[in-house]
């Protein structure tokens, strides 16, 4: 069926070092991609998106890297800091329906 | 994000009893969603609503009911809850046009 998963539950980064978050997905017909952060005791945040017809969006330190042959989806941080400690999602979605579907999340850990 | 609150944070009832989660939002969103979350696993939506006379049952709604009372009011209820709806229920937001939702603090939810 249609689903949205993660390769790693658990990341553990070394201050300053550079962070990468792997998602897969297994509807082609997802368009719409979206990370989302989530600190201990808050709602998730939005990060960044990405739609189907970019391979590559960057933001303020974070990039998003969308490969629709193999149909991944990560997502990189750089220089990470203890503030990037929480634990992440992606979604996604097809642009008519508007309902997102949710991977099952990986924690990150900053080492100081 | 403080434009989207929920209400009670925190809850703890019994088996049997009816309770009802709010939320509100200043966002002027027409979409407004119910997400349950459980341990280790990703957001799971329960009800959404695109305008105010419009309901739509998502992947996991039996057990819950949900009243859109205006743009700004979105209430989840647990007619007779039971211990397995213990759950973190987070709302969300959409403007129409946009896929990005804005999530609320959260509500916890105990049923004993």
């Known amino acids: 069926g249609e689903s949205v998963g993660l390769h790693l539950p658990t990341l553990s980064v070394q201050e300053g070092d550079n962070s990468i978050i792997n998602c897969a997905y297994s509807n082609s017909a997802s368009d719409y991609f979206i990370w989302y952060k989530q600190e201990s005791g808050k709602g998730p945040q939005f990060i960044i998106d990405?739609?189907?017809?970019?391979d590559k969006r960057q933001g303020q330190r974070v990039t998003v890297l969308l490969n629709k042959t193999v149909k991944h989806l990560s997502l990189q941080i750089a220089a990470t800091q203890p503030g990037d400690s929480a634990v992440y999602f992606c979604?996604?979605?097809?642009?008519?329906?508007?309902?997102?579907?949710f991977g099952g999340g990986t924690r990150v850990l900053v080492k100081p | 994000d403080a434009d989207v609150t929920q209400t009670p944070r925190n809850r703890i009832t019994k088996t049997g009893k009816r309770i009802m989660l709010e939320c509100s939002q200043t966002k002027g969103h027409d979409r407004m969603y119910w997400y349950r979350q459980d341990p280790g696993l990703g957001l799971r939506l329960i009800y959404y609503?695109?305008?105010?006379?419009?309901?739509n049952k998502g992947e996991i709604s039996d057990g819950y009911s949900v009243s859109r009372q205006a743009q700004a009011k979105f209430s989840l209820s647990l007619e007779s809850a039971i211990p397995n709806q213990t759950a973190l229920y987070f709302c969300?937001?959409?403007?129409?046009?946009?896929?990005?939702?804005?999530f609320g603090p959260g509500t916890r939810l105990l049923v004993l």
């Open positions: 609503s695109f305008d105010v006379k419009d309901i």
């Open positions: 969300a937001t959409s403007v129409d046009w946009d896929e990005t939702q804005y």
């Open positions: 979604a996604e979605s097809k642009a008519a329906g508007n309902k997102l579907t």
């Open positions: 990405i739609r189907s017809n970019m």
